[in-house]
């Protein structure tokens, strides 16, 4: 059973100084607690030690008197004895010092490394100061593309190998080796395979010279001129650890920083090279208002009196519930909480989503016992009811695959597609589209399974009920596998599950950055801030609002459909582009041409902001402080470095002077302001004070609810989850869910959280009843569509960033290799498919993981794509193929 | 030299026929007796047998074979892997012995595994051993037909497969622990220490034993014969015989397999029927005594026995006065005429060319230490060149001093100040008249650099 190991510790001598190390680590690393820095190239502590470069040797005293040994990969001992002062160790680490310098050339002077360079560090502080190398240096061609992101400078490579060892150990994408031997060793890539790997960025990051540079930096900044700030990055909901760094009031760099809890360091590149697309010409940077059919630039008085007079008459002509405020998942906290209330406290509408019908229900997602990534990490069993986590959450994948490498945690998939995690799973159920119910209840049933459920295999199935013993501790990784069949699937086998398991905790996989944040604190149909019900909050929030909607409204696909039948009036868009994201373009077509008036506030021109009469211009990461939520519930801040392009505001602004302009007073002037009222009135939030974030302790975040209200919880330490089905309930809603349905926590909904004085107890959200759902038959005449997103897409983000554009793939219709046959459709050839929707025509390609009468599309590859097919309304979405 | 017949061990064959490679040879002449005897005992009393005759590892590093044996961690899966990466200059016994009784190779191989209970054997081989590799193959061949390998061997209960893997031309590949990476299908580069012993954790983080292709081959006549009378032979922990790989400046360069201790290098070189003296009679100026890594030794270290003790506890040349080794057993004789400034660059850049480059002291070091020996052959070093020479040397192998200290994570980086510490030490007025010696407006040629593109 993976349990976190508790550590042993024990005391060693450093140079006089007794240090408190812990057994199993390396002397490297308890020097370096007890305040003792020895030099090191090869050694990292988040991979292996590979003792290459030997800069680390130090005096150790043994039976057989002193010796030098390599700090990295001697493990340390009790009463270990060290000296790293000694003659002979400043000898060794001079002479590593002058061998490592005699081939590596010096240009510094146009080294991107220069300033921030290890090797440059370390010559200065221990190194010989000439050389005595007369010969002519070792030659490579310089620099070497091995991706469309890394450049490789062999002549300037010290072989300490840990890129490769990142790529190999880390990443799992072994596309560099060490080629060649001896003095002609180098780092290299096969002919015609590049280093193509979602993390390639974090090799640059940590090549201790500057032999790996990164095409979208390189050339660009010296390190002595780049500002910095730690921030977290928020292009999906992981929630990484940065430092943004910036020249001249342009973001020039993002690198991860060591987060225990969340990321080690690491970054996926789409995260890391994102930043241009802040630095983008394209951002919006005036408001705009529609004149003539045409976007014109505005002053914001003009802009929000016209956002204001449109909704408020379409407010006062058809009342609130015609209305409705649809995104929110790219806020920080404070905008979504802002947001919240002038949707529901000022324009009184419940349709509020801040989901675009391609995320899960808000009830199931508060509702649920929540997991954290290291509960997962942990975990005897972690059930991945989810898309491809390497495709969009690439950060919680390499986690997941360090989890099932290292702690032998076990892995089951439901899936209809091969995933990143598939190599690492130890079951892989890879079932018919829509069925995952049938599978669940096959792994939850009496007995073992004799026969195939869904296409899965009796053994598969035997194989994971077997890792799902009721003692064995289980978390699930939920989220949206396939946007081609409703969420109805997914929601029921999770509910199922945790019906049947009730200590198993769950772990969001909805992507968008801060959708956790935005859900928790109310852009959700039926909910307020604080993960409270519209019914158990009505009370407290009408008090601090005024008012608050009597009934639940509607989510983004009813409040689309609503527009395109004409009723609905007034509609906001916060950076949500429908048109681009939402399962079903055909209907979010027709709602936003059916939707009387439309504001959209937003960063970027996109396809559903073109659509808007007023257009307001907005702040996104590194240009406003603030915090966000990732899928743990993880509260951390967010760093401000640049800011805004022309006369943007952050979002909470423009709800505050929208609130002005609609006659009304939000009472929020400032972030820590609002802050403040978030924690006096949000019941997930208590105790969640600006102080506490700010703190330096909370540098990892903060998991909402907190543990206790008073003691911070120690940063990086699992909080009060021992028992997770207890502690994650606690502090979350309930809905109008039957009695009965979940664990029964009694009467008292009090929780872990020592709530203000003033505050009520907070109430609690409940997933709702499992209900028994069966798969829709499959006909045999077509294929079912499975459709889920890819890293690199034709999203605003990654085609404002100039390095990433070019590394989105062309779509295809991938099919399994004997449809292909059944077909007659041949490989890479051209199909025409039809839905119910429409009809498209599409490149084939084989794909044998997928199941037999299924089919995959990219949901975000352009058009036509699989928004053209899918039609939300339809639990499942089936292909008629025909060769083209 | 005593009068008294010593066997041949494992040359018996090889001395005696020309198809000593043959099954029909090796079964007429006593093959798989050993085999059938050690299957008759317990694997623990073949152990204690091995441990009895005191065998050291022919392999360079001289550990008792049994001892090693003992070692091994109690776990299911265990493997033996032979050494047959024979790469050193040289040194060629193992060549021989694969090439001219492949099969007393595979019997020794089966009595070790099954000493030791292993479930699979490798006998990883040099590449370049075309026709060894060949004869191998046969000889598992023959050893499966003739129910000496597979399931139940001869009816024993004993089960064990053999896979032959070649190598792929790498001298560091020898080294156990690159060794067991090139056979898992990595880059041959040596393991990090801990964990110290293949025993411990080899193969596939199995424990393994590694021995040597000659070690294996004693096997079949210590089962037959006794420990006992293994250990007769030789005297101190240096028991039995041994082949000793004779080449250079002597009039009869080849194998001879001779008694340890009782044989001293004088024996070797000068004896009628061994090396027969210096070829035309010339005065011998060194010779290397245990294979290229070896300290050198000089005319007053012929008396010395060929013993792993009285060699290795001799008094040496290099600072410190420790001795040399052994190592593979391989001599090479040097005559008064050798220009030892350029034998000592060609054995250094033999190391050079054959770093496997992963850490620095030797990579960078092995390379540097080429370039500066080149210059100074070549008539073009500068003043101070001999100090750097012996920094560089010293950063490697830090003290200089034999047994080696070392940076580096094995012994191939320091095996190459070796050569150079030796003969900068013995005959240090040979490199400073070379220094500079070059005619007055002469080039230096271009430096050899490895990964020129």
Known sequence: ?????????????????????????????????????????????????????????????????????????????????????????????????????????????????????????????????????????????????????????????????????????????????????????QINVFPDEPFASYFSGNTVQICPVGALTASPYRFKARPWDLDQVESTCTVCAVGCRVALQSSSNRLTRML?????????????????????????????????????????????????????????????????????????????????????????????????????????????????????????????????????????????????????????????????????????????????????????????????????????????????????????????????????????????????????????????????????????????????????????????????????????????????????????????????????????????????????????????????????????????????????????????????????????????????????????????????????????????????????????????????????????????????????????????????????????TGGEPGGPVAAPSSAPAPARVRPPAPSPAAGVKTDAYKLRLVSSRTLYDAGTIVQESGALAKLAATPALHVHPSDINRFSLGDGGLVRVTSSRSVATLTVMADPTLPRGACWLAFNLGSPGAADLIDANEPITDLAVESA | METRTVPRIVTSRITAYDDSHTIERFLATGGYDGLRKALSMTPEQVQAEVLTSNLLGRGGAGFEAGKKWSMMRKAPTRYLVINGDESEPATFKDHMLVEGDPNQLVEGTIISAYAIQACQAFIYLRGEFALGLERVQQAVNDAYRNGALGEDIFGSGFSLDIVVQPGAGAYICGEETALLESLEGRRGMPRIKPPYFPAAMGLYGEPTIVNNVETMANMPWIISNGGAAFAALGAGRSTGTRIFALSGHVNNPANYEVEMVKTTFRNLIYDEGLGGGIRGGKELKCFVPGGASAPWFGPQHLDLPLGQDEVGKSNGVLPGGGGSMLGSGSIVVMDQDTDVVRAAWRLARFFARESCGKCTPCREGTSWLDKVMKRIVDGHGRPGDLELLRDVCDNIAPGLAFPYAMTTICFLGPSAAMPIMSALTMFPEEFERRVGSAPAGSLPGKPETAGVV
């Open chain 1, 256 to 744: 991860g920083l060591d987060s225990e809890p969340v990321n080690h360091g690491w970054l996926c590149d789409k995260g890391r090279f994102s930043i241009d697309a802040v630095n983008s010409e394209n951002r919006l940077s005036t408001p705009l208002v529609r004149r003539d059919g045409e976007l014109v630039e505005a002053s914001w008085g003009e802009a929000l009196d016209a956002a204001a007079a449109g909704l408020r008459a379409a407010r006062d002509l058809h009342g609130p519930s015609t209305l409705a405020v649809l995104g929110g998942a790219r806020l920080a906290d404070e905008d979504a909480y802002a947001w919240a209330k002038l949707a529901k406290g000022v324009l009184g509408t419940d349709n509020v989503d801040c989901q675009m019908g391609d995320g899960l229900p808000a009830e199931v997602v508060l509702g649920l016992p929540r997991a954290t990534i290291e509960d997962a990490t942990w975990a005897d069993t972690v059930i991945l009811l989810a898309p491809d986590l390497k495709e969009e959450l690439p950060v919680l994948h390499l986690r997941l695959r360090e989890a099932a490498r290292d702690h032998g945690v076990a892995i089951i998939e439901l899936s209809s597609r091969a995933t990143g995690l598939t190599v690492d799973a130890k079951a892989s159920l890879r079932h018919q589209p829509g069925w995952a119910p049938a599978v669940m209840a096959a792994l939850l049933a009496e007995g073992d399974p004799t026969e195939s459920v869904a296409g899965v295999a009796p053994e598969a199935l035997q194989r994971a009920r077997r890792l799902l013993a009721p003692d064995r501790s289980v978390v699930v990784v939920l989220g949206r596998g396939s946007l081609a069949e409703s969420a109805e699937p997914t929601v029921q086998a999770a509910l199922a599950l945790h019906r049947a398991r009730p200590s198993a905790t769950f772990l969001p996989a909805l992507r968008r950055g801060n959708v956790n944040g935005a859900l928790e604190l109310g852009l959700a149909p039926g909910l307020l801030p604080g993960a409270t019900s519209l019914a158990d909050g009505a009370t407290r929030f009408a008090e601090a609002w005024g008012s608050v909607p009597g009934a639940r409204g509607l989510d983004t696909t009813a409040a689309l459909a609503e527009a395109a039948d004409g009723r609905l009036h007034g509609l906001v868009l916060l950076g949500a582009d429908p048109l681009t994201d939402h399962p079903d373009r055909w209907l979010a077509r027709r709602g936003l041409s059916g939707a009387g008036f439309v504001v959209a506030v937003d960063a970027f021109r996109t396809p559903s902001v073109e659509q808007a009469d007023v257009v307001l211009p907005v702040a996104i990461w590194g240009e406003r402080p603030g915090t966000t939520t990732n899928i743990e519930g993880r509260v951390t801040r967010l760093g401000q470095k640049v800011v805004p392009p022309g006369v943007a505001w952050a979002d909470w602004m423009v709800a505050s002077e929208l609130a002005f302009a609609l006659d009304a007073d939000l009472g929020l002037e400032s972030l820590a302001g609002i802050a403040t009222e978030i924690e006096r009135l949000a019941p997930s939030r208590a105790g969640l004070t600006p102080a506490r974030i700010d703190d330096r302790a909370a540098r990892d975040g903060l998991v909402v609810p907190l543990a206790t209200a008073d003691a911070p919880p120690v940063p990086g330490e699992i909080e009060a989850n021992d028992d997770p089905g207890v502690a994650a309930v606690q502090g979350h809603v309930e809905t109008g869910a039957p009695a009965g349905v979940g664990p029964d």
């Open chain 1, 1 to 185: 059973m993976p349990t976190k190991p508790t550590v042993e510790t024990f005391t060693i001598t450093v140079d006089g100084r007794e240090v408190e190390a812990e057994k199993g680590e390396m002397i490297i690393a308890a020097a370096e607690r007890g305040g003792t820095y020895i030099p090191r190239f090869c050694w990292h502590p988040r991979m292996k030690p590979v003792g290459m470069c030997r800069m680390c040797v130090v005096d150790v005293k043994g039976p057989r008197g002193w010796g030098l040994v390599p700090a990295c990969y001697v493990p340390v001992g009790p009463n270990m004895e060290v000296n790293t002062q000694s003659p002979r160790v400043k000898k060794a680490q001079d002479g590593i010092l002058e061998l490592l310098l005699i081939n590596h050339p010096l240009d510094c002077p146009v080294c991107d490394k220069g300033g921030e360079c290890p090797l440059q560090d370390h010559t200065l502080a221990f190194g010989p100061g000439e050389t005595r190398m007369a010969e002519e240096k070792r030659h490579f061609e310089k620099p070497i593309p091995i991706s469309d992101l890394v450049l490789l400078d062999r002549e300037r490579c010290i072989m300490c190998a840990r890129c490769t060892r990142f790529a190999d150990e880390v990443a799992g994408d072994p596309f560099i080796q060490i080629i060649d031997r001896g003095n002609g060793s």
